[in-house]
């Protein structure tokens, strides 16, 4: 399926990351010690959501020939003590029945991001050293 890899050197906290045969940068921000040269971690999480779930309702509108002119995902990530929390917020744009909206919201919950998301996920984690 998807794969990604990450290198970082001794540059505080530049992280090219290659992925699809794209590169991109991540980095925290000034105020954590970075540079602020790309989107911090949990920005490329929330954009996988939000691209996510924009990309679903839209192939499911196309899908259904539902006259939905466009999708905007809104997404908030914050913390409440000990639980970690994404607020979203969509707003369809479209001649739409109440009945076609709340099935675009059901649609919502199985995207297959918001499905790995809410299920959790098992990260099997090895450590290599590096050959010179």
């Given at each position: 399926?998807?794969?990604?890899?990450?290198?970082?050197?001794?540059?505080?906290?530049?992280?090219?990351?290659?992925?699809?045969?794209?590169?991109?940068?991540?980095?925290?921000?000034?105020?954590?010690?970075?540079?602020?040269?790309?989107?911090?971690?949990?920005?490329?999480?929330?954009?996988?959501?939000?691209?996510?779930?924009?990309?679903?309702?839209?192939?499911?509108?196309?899908?259904?020939?539902?006259?939905?002119t466009s999708v905007d995902v809104a997404l908030h990530f914050y913390r409440d003590g000990e639980k970690e929390i994404i607020d979203r917020v969509v707003t369809v744009d479209g001649d739409l029945t109440a009945d076609q909206r709340e099935r675009l919201l059901q649609v919502?919950?199985?995207?297959?991001?918001?499905?790995?998301?809410?299920?959790?996920?098992?990260?099997?984690?090895?450590?290599?050293?590096?050959?010179?």
């Open positions: 399926m998807a794969r990604a890899t990450a290198h970082i050197g001794t540059e505080t906290y530049a992280t090219t990351l290659h992925v699809a045969g794209r590169t991109l940068v991540s980095d925290e921000p000034v105020a954590n010690g970075g540079q602020d040269a790309g989107l911090a971690p949990y920005d490329f999480l929330l954009s996988a959501l939000a691209s996510c779930t924009a990309i679903t309702l839209r192939m499911y509108a196309n899908h259904k020939g539902w006259p939905v919502t919950e199985r995207t297959p991001v918001t499905k790995t998301l809410k299920q959790g996920l098992t990260i099997a984690t090895s450590l290599e050293v590096a050959t010179r």
